[in-house]
């Protein structure tokens, strides 16, 4: 995957879900209690946190 994070591909599923699903990260901040200033930092790639990374995916299903 050429040296690309583990949270890099997180992102990337994340993006195409709440595309799918039509989801905000204010919708993501609801199902996994963070705030959305977390989700966002997420997100941009400022947050790299495996706790927040682990609530995201098993709020809409992904597997890491």
Not at 13 to 28: G, H, M, S, Y
Request: glycine residues 8%; hydrophobic residues 40%; contains cysteine.
């Amino acid at each position: 995957f050429g040296g690309e994070s583990i949270y890099t591909l997180l992102r990337a599923k994340v993006a195409e879900q709440k595309k799918l699903r039509n989801l905000t990260n204010k919708d993501i901040a609801k199902m996994t209690g963070y705030t959305k200033s977390t989700i966002d930092a997420f997100m941009c790639g400022v947050c790299e946190s495996e706790k927040v990374a682990k609530a995201i995916a098993t709020a809409l299903g992904i597997e890491l």
